[in-house]
């Protein structure tokens, strides 16, 4: 039961995302070692959880539900840090203990786009699409081949393009709708839809904040991959502040005099 109401979305200036990732940043400082031995922890389940990615269909999706529920327990962290408390490794697993099916649900919305990119790249890998184009084609004359081909790579492009817009939103979400279950238990639904609406809402701010976490992201892989370690804090940080700035909880109304 939300006393408050759903929290409303606010509209920030695009470089607002870089004081999201300066707040990430401190945060990650003031407890250096808690947040290392934490990144340390995460990455090795996450690492572990990619080696089930080839499992047909059902492999892509291991990856986003374990990422959702252990950035819920991070963030968790993160709250307690910001009230004055140090954070510590356990918090990970707050979101498992706290809100394990808002959490993997909000993952697999993350996912369902990423497995059909994975399904649309196999088919065009495996030939299937450029079968069925010669296939259509028999009768045909040279030009009319090419044009279709021409016509279904086009289509197919298009929805690629598609799907992978819609892939960068559903991350985006992904990333602020278990702030949202953590800190209002919001239903996933709810989280999923203020994600979203943020999202589009501020659209040149989370442009923004995107490529810089990709620069810093090529970054963490260049030092055999410890800056991950570094990484991983930083991005639970950053989502914190985020979360925070966009975000607005409606006040309890005031009570009245008898």
């Given at each position: 039961m939300h006393l408050r109401g759903l929290p409303t979305v606010r509209k920030v200036l695009p470089l607002r995302s870089l004081f999201w990732l300066q707040s990430g940043w401190r945060l990650f400082t003031g407890h250096p070692v808690e947040w290392l031995l934490t990144a340390l922890l995460a990455f090795s389940l996450l690492a572990l959880s990619t080696l089930l990615v080839p499992i047909p269909l059902l492999g892509p999706v291991f990856p986003p539900l374990l990422l959702a529920l252990l950035l819920g327990g991070m963030l968790h962290a993160a709250m307690r840090q910001q009230a004055g408390e140090a954070p510590r490794v356990e918090d990970m697993f707050a979101g498992i203990r706290?809100?394990?099916?808002?959490?993997?649900?909000?993952?697999?919305?993350?996912?369902v786009p990423l497995v059909l990119i994975?399904?649309?790249?196999?088919?065009?890998?495996?030939?299937?699409?450029?079968?069925?184009l010669f296939g259509m084609a028999v009768g045909g004359?040279?030009?009319?081949?090419?044009?279709?081909?021409?016509?279904?790579?086009?289509?197919?492009?298009?929805l690629l393009l598609a799907l992978l817009f819609l892939w960068?939103?559903?991350?985006?979400?992904?990333?602020?709708a278990p702030a949202l279950i953590m800190r209002h238990d919001l239903s996933t639904f709810d989280a999923m839809r203020l994600a979203l609406t943020a999202g589009l809402r501020n659209l040149p701010a989370i442009v923004i904040l995107g490529l810089l976490?990709?620069?810093?992201?090529?970054?963490?892989?260049?030092?055999?991959?410890?800056?991950f370690l570094v990484y991983i804090p930083l991005?639970?940080?950053?989502?914190?502040?985020?979360?925070?700035?966009?975000?607005?909880?409606p006040a309890l109304p005031a009570l009245e005099n008898p």
């Open positions: 706290r809100h394990p099916g808002k959490l993997a649900l909000a993952g697999l919305f993350y996912a994975h399904l649309l790249t196999y088919l065009a890998i495996s030939g299937s699409l450029l079968v069925s004359g040279l030009q009319q081949l090419l044009e279709r081909m021409l016509t279904h790579l086009a289509d197919f492009g298009i960068g939103l559903m991350m985006q979400a992904l990333l602020l976490l990709y620069v810093l992201l090529i970054l963490a892989l260049a030092p055999l991959g410890l800056g991005v639970a940080g950053t989502v914190h502040a985020a979360t925070e700035d966009l975000f607005v909880v």
